[in-house]
Every structure is written in structure tokens, then in C-alpha cells.
């Protein structure tokens, strides 16, 4: 039994067909004619023929090509069939018309599902063309099919459709091409300025001499004119049928375009460029080419297009020159396919992104080999409005692990963010911007940071891995005047720990505050604490030349990338849907194989920030947990003081004292409804451990107790902050005292 009798006998299987014809072979490929009854609307069964044209019998002819059952087999309608309906394939008058009843490939579907799956869409859509339900406006309009054309003309469609003038006048521009098998690979210049007096120009290419060509022709773009402010709608589904100029200009005119405007153009396009002297029509080989663009206002968003109901109807025009006769014109038409143009709105759609999203303004600080992974991620999603700040030039040991691979100019070496923005510039983002400045001295000076730094900034990145502009972060006042929210991305421990920090909205909760609850979240978590330790966890010199060392940390391009590319998701997010108004720390930590990351996201409610004037003055900022935690013990106590001891962090630059966690009350603590005692059991012990588990970012820095009844700090209270103070080895001490209307605050040193 051959496979074509397999077909058959799977045909006449098909509980949905009536008959199964007998196989005839036709150039190469096997036809087989199917009836399949058609459930018309109850209205249309008297007259045995559907509104839409479809009638109650309906004859299809699968065609299996070499190779079946590889390949699927085509089915065809009869020449007649109704060309009004969406789904249709093109095709020539008079041949056999091609539905399409499937989204995705035919040949996938059989191997799938099998022949009778390919039936069951024939039926299907047949029943949905009878019923007038092929598509559903609500879904969209679907756009016209274009299957098999030789020709492929790259342009933006937004900046097509907004350039196409108003009044319906033919704009002719410029576009660059290449000839293929049977066609074209045009790009329209995306400039779309209008150049009126535009030749056609070729030149033969290729090994041996003219097996293709290149050159520039002219494209012509054309609308129906928008009267009163409201479009020509065009609401009626329509094949493919243009073949030559005739039938490309009637199609033109349904559309409500300027017909004899487009042939005029085309027409004096054609003398021109045959009798511009610069040129010799006798060398076009490849012929005269010239490429129309119609520019069509549907009812409803196109499908996969949401918010863009303009559709792009590309044509490529071919003229035969006979050398001999060259003002005789032969020519003949074909629709091109549409490939979107490089753009932000092209790549926001391939990568998912809504068109809307796509025009937060973000300030990237630091180019190096994170950072420019996490900006390149941003502009390859389709956000461009990026301004890269950093002041290193690239070097050759840089291309190890940066993002950008470049030609590196030994005489002349170029700012890393000069860098970025020439791939922005190659990925069409224009608006993006480089600044060679120090990230430090752009958050401390007022005028640089007004220059650089927009004010609808929606987030400032730091990526610079430096401890110096995390400090100068931490205190700028510039960032609390300024729109943006403050991020900062970092690896630790040789890359096993990926950290993401974003500032509360108002900096409720600071960059500083988050490091420090990083280090008090590897108290509980042993699993952070041991990534983040590494093998270690100093920078590493690395000779970069025979006499030349760069501090920093050996690290794969792979184990970057396995962080930056979550961190950038995360990030995408954010720009997309909102910046949240909370603060938030996102924790990655590499699983045991090394090849994926966990990640944990916590949110984190606004500091409490307790200023003092003691000891020439000092911020005191309680982290949120340990304040609510003082809270609980503190009511659970009731009239009784309780209390425990301290662990934070102290930054002399700042004159900050970050309180992030709690060590318990030892055992041997006393509470009263006067006093508390601290105990001393086990207290030391327990110091030094979470000193460790922190990997030594947090310290002893205090105490606190509890005034059931209100009140500041006692006398006893100042004493036995004082003795604290004598045994902090110079170091600021912290008595904090909560109260039921909120904490209090002393500094002492010794």
C-alpha cells in the first residue's frame, strides 16, 4: 500500500465527509477532491447558499506534494469561492482559492494530530465562513494574508503610517535594495524624506558579474485622504490580487487612494530614471524596480498590533527594459512581505513589552561588565531612554566579562560609556545619552546632577560595585529632590549572591539601610551567609599587562550573565508596571550545581529615623523589623521594663547609626516595673555570633528597654549608657528607649 492509499483510506474514514474523489496527479503532486457538507445558518438552508457565499455542498481538492506524508497536503476551494473573507491566502484570478485554516504550519499539525486534524480545520472553517465568523473585531483585524512572496521590504510601519500625508498626495521616497530569486530585500530609508525628483539606480554585483544586483529606488507612499479629521475606513476583507500595474492601481482605488495620482507618480518615476543622463538603462539587468506602500485605516486594531489599526500594504513593481525599446513597459506587480524595521517599538514587541511602557527615563551608573549587561538587556526590551554615566575607559582585560565586544583603539581607548551608547545607537535608540563623569561626583554636585540626571527620572541603577558611591548614595540630597528611585545591583562571593536593592518611594528606606538588612538576613539564612562569603571576599589583583594590576574579582562572562539576566527582569518589570512604593531587596543565590539561582524578594516598609543631637549629632535609623520586634516584646512585657541588646552598623562619613538587628536578653536579665537589668549570661557569646553571621558588617552599637509609662532616658538610663560607652573602644553607643508613643534616642562615647 502506498502512502497515497493510506491517505485515502483515512479520507473515506472522516465521519465529515461525503465523498472521497479517486487520486490524479497533476504536475507532480496528487489531488484528491473531498465533499464536506456545510452547517449553514437556519436562514440560508432554503436557498442552500450562506450570506457570505458559502454554500451547503462545498468541494475541496488537498493537494499532496513529493514527499507526502512529510509534508502536509494543501487544501484548495473552488475559483469561484467568495474572495471577500478573511483567511484567504492570496492567489491568481481564476485559480483555486487557498484557505487559511490554521494559525501555525500545516506540516506541524499533521504530525501532531494527523490527516484528520487537517480535515477537521477544512470543515471548521468553512462552518465559521458560513456563519460570518471567521474573525471577531473585538479580536482585531486580521491583517491581509501574504504567503510566497519574493519580495520582503523592511520599514517601520509607525513612522510610514504617520509620514503618509494627510491629503492624500504621494509621498516618494528613497530605499535601499537588493535583488533576490524572483524579487527584492528593500530597506526604506527611515529618514522618509520626500525627494520628488528621485532616479532609479543599479549596480550588478555578484561572481560571476550580475548574478544580482544593488542599488536605490524610489518608494511611493499613499493614503486616502483624511477629510474633517476622520479617516477613510477600509472595512471589507480583500485578497491579494495585484499581477500588474492595472490591478495594483484598482486596488488602490477601493482603498479610497488617489489612483491616478499613484499612476502618474509611477509613470514619471519611470521616464526619469530612463532618461536621466547619469544613467544607462541598458546595464539594469535586473530591470527597473519601484515599490508602492498603501497605507489602509481598518476598523480595528490590527491582531498582534494592539493600538495600531493602520495597515501597511507593501507592492514591488518590475519593469522589463528592452534595451532597444526602452520606453515600452512591461511590468509586472507582487506583494512584498513587511519586516519591520529596527526599532524601540519592534523590539518591545518581540520582547513581549507594551509599546506604552517603553518611555521611563533611566540613569545608569556604571558601564562595566555588569551594568552593561543590565543595560544592554533594557535596550534589547525595547527602553532607550537610557543616560550610561561612568568614567573608566575600555580596556582589553574588560572584554572578559563586558556585554560589548568592540575594535579597541590602543592610541585612542573610549569611555565605557561612549560604548553603550553607540550599541544603543545600533539597536535605533537615539535618545540615549553618555556622560564621562564619576558617579561620586555626580551625586554630590548640584549643578553636574541637574545637567545629567532628568527630572521625571524614573530609576537611577547603580551598577558600579563601589562601596565609595554606595556611601555618597546613601547621604545625597540631591537623590531626595529628584523624581527617580535609587537601585543598586551587586554580586557578592565571586558571583554565588546576586543582591537588588530598590529605595522606598520619598527614600523612606535607603540604600545603606538595605545593605544592612542584607547582612542581618544572613543571621537566619545560612545559605546567603555562605554565598555571599565566597572563597573570598576581597578583590583580587589581576595583571592586565606586564607592569599593570587591576583590583577586581575573578568572575566568569557566564556566572555575570546568570545574575544580570533575572536582575534584568526584575527591573523590566518595575519600568513596566510601577515602580512599588515600598523599598525592596531581591536575593539570588546560586543552587549547589552552579547552574541556576533561587531568588527571595522582600519588602520593606519605611526606616525609622531618630535624630540626635548628642555627640555632635547623629542619624539613628531603626530598620523596620527590629522596630516592630521592639514593639511586640515591649507590649508583651506590659508594665514590666524589658529590653536586649544592639547590633548594627556605624558610618563616621555619614554620622549614621543603623540599627538592623536584636540579640535577645540573656536568661539572667531582670525586669521590673522600674528598672530592667540587662543579664550577662551568654550575652557576650551571642554578641560574637551575630557578629560572625553578619561576616562581620554588624557590631554590638547598644541597648534598648522599654518606659511602660512613657518618659526619656532616666538618669540610670545615662549611667549605664556611659559605662557602655567606656567598653566601646571609642565607637558611638546607643541607648534606645521605647515608649507607647515611640522611641527614643541617646549617643555617648568615651
Known amino acids: ?46 436557498s442552500g447558499t450562506s450570506a457570505t457565499g458559502v454554500r451547503a455542498l462545498e468541494t475541496c481538492t488537498l493537494v499532496f506534494r513529493t514527499g507526502w506524508p512529510l509534508y502536509a497536503p494543501r487544501p484548495y476551494l473552488r475559483a469561484d469561492f467568495p474572495l471577500d473573507l478573511p483567511h484567504i491566502n492570496p492567489h491568481r484570478a481564476g485559480q483555486l482559492v487557498s484557505p487559511c485554516v490554521f494559525e501555525g504550519s500545516l506540516d506541524e499539525l499533521l504530525h501532531r494530530f494527523g490527516l484528520d486534524a487537517i480535515v477537521d480545520q477544512v470543515i471548521e472553517w468553512l462552518g465559521n465562513a458560513a456563519a460570518g465568523t471567521l474573525i471577531d473585531l473585538a479580536q482585531g483585524w486580521e491583517p491581509t494574508r501574504r504567503d510566497a512572496c519574493p519580495s520582503t ?27 533576490v530569486e524572483g524579487g527584492l530585500y528593500a530597506y526604506v530609508s527611515r529618514a522618509l524624506e520626500a525627494q520628488p525628483a528621485l532616479v532609479f539606480e543599479q549596480a550588478l554585483q555578484g561572481e560571476p558579474r550580475g548574478t544580482w544586483a544593488s542599488g536605490r529606488c524610489a518608494t511611493f507612499v499613499a493614503r486616502a485622504p483624511i477629510v474633517d479629521g476622520q479617516p477613510h475606513v477600509a472595512a471589507t476583507y480583500q485578497p491579494e490580487t495585484a499581477v500588474d500595474p492595472d490591478s495594483l492601481l484598482a486596488r488602490a482605488a477601493e482603498l479610497g487612494i488617489d489612483h491616478e495620482a499613484l499612476a502618474q507618480a509611477l509613470g514619471d518615476y519611470y521616464r526619469r530614471s530612463i532618461l536621466d543622463p547619469r544613467q544607462d538603462p541598458r546595464g539594469w539587468a535586473k530591470g527597473l524596480y519601484a515599490i508602492v506602500i498603501l497605507v489602509v485605516q481598518r476598523p480595528a486594531s490590527l491582531v498582534g498590533m494592539p493600538g495600531r489599526s493602520v495597515e501597511l500594504l507593501p507592492y514591488v513593481v518590475h519593469y522589463e ?32 513589552h507594551p509599546l506604552a511602557a517603553m518611555k521611563p527615563k533611566v540613569v545608569l551608573l556604571g558601564c562595566g561588565s555588569l551594568g552593561s549587561k543590565l543595560g544592554l538587556h533594557l535596550g534589547r526590551g525595547g527602553f532607550g531612554n537610557l543616560t550610561f554615566v561612568d568614567n573608566e575607559a ?8 563586558h556585554a560589548l565586544v568592540d575594535e579597541m583603539s590602543a592610541l585612542l581607548p573610549t569611555n565605557k560609556a561612549d560604548h553603550m551608547k553607540a550599541a544603543f545607537a545600533k539597536l535605533s535608540h537615539t535618545e540615549a545619552r553618555a556622560v564621562n563623569v564619576d558617579a561620586v561626583s555626580l551625586l554630590t554636585n548640584a549643578s553636574r546632577f541637574a545637567d545629567i540626571v532628568p527630572d521625571d527620572t524614573t530609576l537611577i541603577l547603580d551598577a558600579t560595585a563601589s562601596l565609595q558611591v554606595l556611601a555618597a548614595a546613601s547621604t545625597s540630597v540631591l537623590l531626595t529632590g529628584n523624581a527617580g528611585r535609587l537601585a543598586r545591583a551587586a554580586l557578592f562571593g565571586q558571583g554565588r549572591c546576586a543582591v537588588l536593592m530598590l529605595e522606598g518611594l520619598s527614600r523612606a528606606s535607603r540604600v545603606d539601610d538595605l545593605a544592612c538588612l542584607l547582612f542581618e538576613h544572613c543571621r537566619a539564612h545560612g545559605e546567603v551567609r555562605v554565598a ?34 533575572p536582575m534584568a527582569i526584575q527591573i523590566e518589570r518595575w519600568l513596566i508596571t510601577g515602580v ?16 541556576g539561582m533561587s531568588w527571595t524578594t522582600i519588602t520593606v516598609p519605611p526606616t525609622t529615623v531618630v535624630p540626635v543631637a548628642e555627640d555632635g549629632g547623629w542619624e539613628v535609623r531603626v530598620l523596620p523589623a527590629v522596630a516592630g520586634a521592639i514593639d511586640v516584646d515591649a507590649r508583651h512585657w506590659g508594665e514590666l521594663e524589658t529590653g536586649g541588646a544592639l547590633v548594627g552598623r556605624v558610618s563616621y562619613e555619614s554620622r549614621t547609626i543603623t540599627i538592623a538587628g536584636l540579640v535577645d536578653a540573656p536568661p539572667d536579665s531582670v525586669r521590673g516595673k522600674n528598672r530592667f537589668i540587662l543579664g550577662i549570661n551568654g ?39 556611659r559605662a557602655i560607652a567606656k567598653y566601646a573602644g571609642g565607637l558611638p553607643a546607643v541607648s534606645l528607649v521605647w515608649t507607647p508613643s515611640g522611641l527614643r534616642c541617646a549617643v555617648d562615647r568615651w
Open 1 to 46: 500500500m502506498t502512502a497515497i492509499d493510506d491517505a485515502l483510506d483515512q479520507l473515506r474514514r472522516h465521519r465529515g465527509l461525503s465523498r472521497v474523489g479517486n487520486p490524479i496527479e497533476v504536475d507532480g503532486a496528487v489531488r484528491i477532491e473531498i465533499d464536506i457538507p456545510v452547517e449553514l445558518p437556519s436562514r440560508s438552508r432554503p
Open 394 to 401: 575600555m580596556s582589553p582585560h574588560n572584554l572578559a566579562r
Open 532 to 565: 555571599i562569603a565566597g572563597d573570598s571576599s576581597e578583590p583580587t589583583r589581576i595583571f592586565v599587562g606586564d607592569n599593570c594590576r587591576s583590583l577586581t574579582t575573578p568572575i566568569s562572562d557566564a556566572v555575570i550573565s546568570r545574575s544580570a539576566a
Open 321 to 352: 527594459v528592452d534595451a532597444k525599446s526602452p520606453f515600452e513597459r512591461n511590468a509586472s506587480v507582487h506583494p512584498a512581505f513587511h519586516a519591520h524595521a529596527l526599532s524601540p517599538e519592534l523590539l518591545a514587541r518581540a520582547s513581549g
Open 153 to 179: 521590504v523592511v520599514f517601520s510601519a509607525e513612522q510610514v503610517g504617520a509620514a503618509a500625508p494627510e491629503d492624500g498626495a504621494i509621498l516618494t521616497t528613497i530605499a535601499g535594495y537588493a535583488t
Open 683 to 721: 550575652l557576650v557569646q551571642d554578641l560574637r555570633r551575630a557578629h560572625a553571621d553578619t561576616l562581620g558588617h554588624l557590631m554590638f552599637v547598644g541597648t534598648w528597654h522599654s518606659h511602660p509609662l512613657g518618659g526619656s532616658h532616666s538618669g540610670i538610663d545615662r549611667e549605664t549608657l
Open 580 to 595: 512599588p512604593s515600598s523599598a525592596q531587596l531581591c536575593i539570588g543565590v546560586a543552587d549547589s550545581g552552579g547552574l
